[in-house]
């Protein structure tokens, strides 16, 4: 059953649904292992992308000390890898569609 209030008319309207709770029920199974799947990616690419700048910086350290007449080259090497994992954080976690019950099927009011 989904109940369906509109405030501005104070009214209240049910919806049977019973027909359609196995398409629902599947429909939000696929749903949420999908969001798992995004939701794990994201958080694997921010540490593994976090270690990889840290690892760079530590690495390119002596790099900068060695050529001392860029460390501009250097430090945009490390800007460069920095702002790609965080372009790729966003573009997952913009991606990502809550799961969102009302779209599941276009109630029938009665």
């Known amino acids: 059953m989904y109940i369906a209030e509109d405030q501005l008319r104070d009214d209240t309207r049910t919806v049977d649904t019973s027909e359609l709770d196995s398409a629902i029920e599947k429909y939000i199974s696929i749903r949420l292992k999908q969001n ?3 939701e794990w990616a994201a958080s694997f690419l921010l540490h593994v992308g976090s ?3 840290l690892a760079v910086v530590v690495l390119l350290m002596p790099l900068q000390v060695l050529f001392e007449r860029s460390p501009h080259t250097v430090a945009a090497i490390i800007t460069a890898l920095l702002i ?5 954080t966003t573009i997952l976690l913009l991606n990502d569609d809550p799961v969102d019950l009302v779209d599941l099927a276009d109630p029938v009011y009665t």
Do not use: E, G, P
């Open 36 to 38: 798992l799947h995004l």
């Open 51 to 53: 270690v990889v700048i």
């Open 84 to 88: 790609i994992v965080i372009i790729l």
